[in-house]
């Protein structure tokens, strides 16, 4: 049994791509039943956010799961494999522990250390526990993937960075405008760490809020959950004059506003000063926007370069969160590895339990005039030496060891078990 | 030499002593840092208010009579709008952008001959006290939204270029630093307006006609453009921000070269 895990993010793949995968709504249920059912897939769930869509599983044999998963992923959505094959990331065995570790950590973000993804995480691995498509194995993934993420924001500083980010932005703002009260504010897409810097600005008292999204729907749920009004994404640089703050995360591969839209919207606004936080990787908005006149553009960079003139040695905290989850994938190898003997331990105790039946059966045929009470006796007898022999191989292979392979295949020859793994 | 002469040299001293806190305030700045800055100002303007009382109880007139009274007399008003946009703004570190303007003024006024004299029978009229506080307060205005256009301009380096640095954190907002700006110059083109056709009006009735090309009447005329050309490109075409606190910072150089400049260079009717 391996871990496998298949998917894409905003490094791998493009906005379109990753609509195209997402698993929104009535999907998940549906793909995460479909999924689960694919030969060789034992467990199953899956991770649906605007930056990522990720699938979790358990399986026997990882290329061929891996290629069932694809062709599955191309009929679910009726995309031909070759349109998002290139954009695809696969990692088994150690790398997928480790990259789920990585993902609920936040240190595979957009926004390093941006605090949203463990709860959509968590949201994932609840919905799959709860349609029973995961085991063992993801179970303790999840929890451990949870236990992990908290590890590294409590003994590092990675998770100030997102804080420290955003707070940036509203200090930035606050720079620029006096007073958040009366500025409107426009959110361009939608991601992680966008809505965390809108959060942050409607509690700085921005109350004027536009929602913009490629799919309407998404921008009127949105929209709600920012007591804002959704606007048509062909519609935006319309309303682009009524906004003071933009935030733009829309993941599109180019620019969706360059410097000469924005000239004519800063005549439009007579010139009243614009504030507009680019996020997207890459770059949504044309840089050279910065050169207007009362336009200040910055974009995820330079808000981090801001951030870590304030923080030092945060490339520190970084190492320090990567050996955190090296420790911890370690643990969980170990783990994985100990769940192998678990069939060596049943095989070799159900083969002692088939000696003592065996043997009690003879010597009943040796013995007929043995009574009910000296059987017990001798059953019992049996039992414990059984018992006491098992014992000892038993705490060994429970044991965690490094050549535990070695020490299984040694007792499955000993005590002549057939090797078959669960 | 009368008290007069002692108020003015105390103010001179507490006004050095401001902006030498101020400018230290620059490179760090506490609550009472600020305090004690805002603290010796007051003093200094409050003896400096005893030492222009003083000269106008003496000489029986307005103490606007010569270029060393009119030099006090502008160092005075910046100091009172300075300390209005204070007490009403709490703008963090603008007595460092003007303090020291304050003093420089209060400096080259303490170097002019200070003698009273008899005030000449042209300029013996209740005009003279009208047209020198309106065009004072007119000009006190302006050197303010000077040193708040300099502010702006750094304050807006340092967000433009994403160095946030230095004074970053202490500069007040962009926004408030044009409003004031914007404001000051809305304060100080009435004045100014007012005070050139006071200084018309008296004219006529000293010399018997209203314009006469003197070159401070020119200079005040060309300061006049520039000022409405601010409020007109502001109102109409959106000028704001940089482009405003650029305008503003060019207006006050022109009055300061109408003020100083055309008494020394250029032969002028007006004593100051």
């Known amino acids: 049994m391996k871990v496998l895990v298949l998917g894409v993010n905003h490094k791998t793949a493009s906005v379109e791509i990753r609509e195209k995968l997402a698993f929104n709504g009535p999907k998940l249920e549906e793909g995460i039943f479909a999924l689960r059912k694919l030969p060789g897939v034992r467990e199953a769930a899956v991770l649906s956010t605007c930056n990522r869509v990720e699938l979790y599983t358990c399986v026997h044999n990882t290329p061929a799961a891996a290629d069932h998963i694809k062709d599955f992923l191309s009929s679910f959505h009726g995309l031909a494999r070759t349109e998002f094959e290139k954009a695809l990331f696969v990692h088994n065995g150690e790398e997928a522990v480790r990259h789920v570790f990585r993902v609920s950590s936040s240190l595979d973000s957009m926004v390093v250390g941006e605090p949203q993804i463990l709860g959509q995480i968590k949201d994932a691995f609840d919905f799959a526990l709860g349609k029973k498509t995961t085991g063992v194995l993801l179970n303790k993934l999840m929890k451990k993937a949870i236990s992990t993420a908290k590890r590294v924001r409590t003994e590092t500083k990675i998770a100030e960075n997102a804080v420290s980010i955003s707070f940036a932005a509203v200090e930035l703002a606050r720079k620029i405008f006096t007073d958040l009260a009366g500025k409107s504010f426009m959110l361009l897409g939608a991601g992680e760490m966008a809505e965390l810097a809108a959060r942050h600005l409607m509690n700085n008292g921005v109350k004027d809020v536009m929602v913009v999204n490629r799919t309407y729907a998404r921008g009127c749920e949105l929209a709600q959950e920012f007591n804002g009004r959704p606007v048509k994404f062909e519609d935006f640089l319309h309303e682009l004059v009524h906004a003071d703050i933009i935030i733009c995360s829309t993941g599109a591969p180019t620019y969706v506003l360059n410097k000469e839209q924005m000239h004519k919207v800063m005549k439009e606004r007579k010139h009243r000063p614009v504030f507009i936080i680019d996020i997207s990787v890459p770059r949504n908005i044309d840089p050279e926007i910065n050169k207007l006149d009362n336009v200040y553009l910055y974009d995820v960079d330079d808000l981090q370069e801001v951030v870590d003139t304030n923080i030092h040695g945060r490339k520190l905290e970084a190492e320090k969160a990567e050996k955190i989850i090296d420790e911890e994938v370690d643990k969980f190898l170990r783990w994985m590895s100990s769940l192998q003997s678990v069939p060596t331990i049943v095989a070799l105790r159900q083969k002692a339990e088939e000696i003592k039946t065996e043997e009690i059966e003879k010597l009943k045929g040796r013995l007929p005039g043995l009574d009910e009470e000296k059987l017990k006796a001798v059953e019992y007898m049996a039992t414990a030496i059984i018992n006491k022999l098992v014992h000892p191989p038993t705490v060994a292979l429970k044991e965690d060891t490094e050549d535990r392979d070695e020490l299984i295949a040694m007792i499955k020859k000993l005590y002549g078990i057939n090797g078959e793994e669960e | ?272």
């Open chain 2, 1 to 272: 030499m009368g008290i007069e002469i002692y108020l003015f040299e105390f103010a001179l001293t507490f006004y050095f002593a401001a902006s030498i806190v101020s400018v230290l305030e620059l490179f760090k700045s506490t609550k009472t840092s600020s305090r004690i800055m805002i603290a010796l100002a007051v003093i200094g303007f409050l003896l400096h208010t005893s030492n222009v009382v003083a000269r106008y109880v003496i000489s029986g007139h307005i103490p606007i009579a010569n270029l060393h009274e009119a030099s006090s007399f502008f160092a005075w008003c910046i100091v009172l709008i300075f300390l209005f946009l204070e007490y009403r703004y709490k703008i963090g570190l603008l007595g460092s952008f003007i303090m020291p303007i304050v003093f420089l003024v209060m400096l080259s006024s303490s170097m002019l001959p200070r003698k009273m004299e008899p005030l000449a029978p042209v300029l013996q009229s209740y005009w003279l006290g009208v047209h020198t506080v309106l065009a004072f307060l007119g000009d006190a205005a302006f050197a303010m939204a000077f040193g708040v256009g300099i502010m702006y301009l750094l304050q807006e380096h340092y967000v433009k270029s994403k160095h946030l640095g230095g004074l970053f954190q202490r500069l007040p907002s962009l926004q408030i630093l044009d409003e004031i700006n914007y404001r000051l110059i809305t304060i100080g083109f009435p004045l100014l307006t007012l005070a050139i056709i006071t200084g018309a009006l008296w004219a006529e009735s000293a010399w018997g006609s209203y314009w006469r090309w003197d070159p401070k009447e020119v200079w005040s005329l060309i300061t006049w453009f520039i000022y409405a050309v601010v409020l007109h490109v502001r109102l109409i075409g959106g000028w704001r921000g940089k482009r405003a606190a650029i305008l503003s910072i060019l207006g006050f150089l022109v009055v300061l070269f109408t003020f100083f400049g055309v008494n020394f260079i250029l032969k002028s009717k007006h004593i100051f």
